[in-house]
């Protein structure tokens, strides 16, 4: 049973335009939210992360949504470029560091077409 | 050089054999992960290690073994392949305290025949 539900599957967004990648959560303890981005042939790499104590965070063209009461995050890809194209997951974790453990979703597949 | 490594990149067996998955970093970081990674089920965590004496079970590690040699490996064992355990390995790496980043490794991927 996942405990991060992750969607969609898959997303397909032209150039230039926003890509949205959703989660849901049921573990209220949950209190970290990261996104790893993932390239073809390589591991997961963190691109950007979430606390519960804001409800948005931005970093350059990706932004997290959080919100607390509907226990759902967002990634929002704006500008969505084709260097984008990678596999995308959420993940969420109990605890102040990095010691207690992530559990993920199941993945996005994202494909940017130019 | 990477800062974390995994041994073979690619490896295909046969049912039964038993096979290591080698994992090394150069991080420093005293706490490592192996997790597996199934098409729409994400990264499941199979084993974690704090340090060289602690050593846990995560979420899926029936079938599995590990052994932490040093602060720097951490090996992933397969008593008994089958083939149902064909999927991707990740190792990965984090720094008790100072952040909560986990650095992943390159993955090895598994074919049980």
């Known amino acids: 049973q996942q405990q991060v539900k992750q969607s969609p599957q898959s997303l397909i967004v032209q150039k230039g335009g926003i890509s949205i990648i959703n989660c849901a959560y049921e573990?209220?303890?949950?209190?970290?939210f990261p996104w790893y981005q993932q390239f073809p042939g390589k591991g997961p790499a963190l691109l950007i992360a979430?606390?519960?104590?804001?409800s948005e965070k931005k970093e350059g063209r990706f932004t997290i949504s959080f919100n607390k009461s509907a226990k759902q995050f967002s990634l929002h890809i704006m500008d969505s470029q084709p260097g984008d194209s990678a596999t995308y997951f959420c993940?969420?974790?109990?605890?102040?560091?990095?010691?207690?453990?992530?559990?993920f979703g199941g993945g996005t597949r994202l494909m940017v077409k130019p | 050089d990477a800062d974390v490594t995994q041994t073979p990149r690619n490896r295909i067996t046969k049912t039964g054999k038993r096979i290591m998955l080698e994992c090394s970093q150069t991080?420093?970081?005293?706490?490592m992960y192996w997790y597996r990674q199934d098409p729409g089920l994400g990264l499941q965590l199979i084993y974690y290690?704090?340090?060289?004496?602690?050593?846990n079970k995560g979420e899926i590690s029936d079938g599995y073994s590990v052994s932490r040699q040093a602060q720097a490996k951490f090996s992933l064992s397969l008593e008994s392949a089958i083939p149902n355990q064909t999927a991707l390995y990740f190792c990965?790496?984090?720094?008790?305290?100072?952040?909560?980043?986990?650095?992943f490794g390159p993955g090895t991927r598994l074919t049980v025949l």
């Open positions: 990965a790496t984090s720094d008790e305290g100072t952040t909560d980043t986990q650095y």
């Open positions: 573990n209220t303890a949950f209190d970290y």
């Open positions: 979430i606390r519960p104590d804001v």
């Open positions: 993940a969420a974790s109990v605890g102040a560091n990095a010691g207690n453990m992530l559990t």
């Open positions: 991080k420093g970081h005293d706490r």
């Open positions: 290690s704090f340090d060289v004496k602690d050593i």
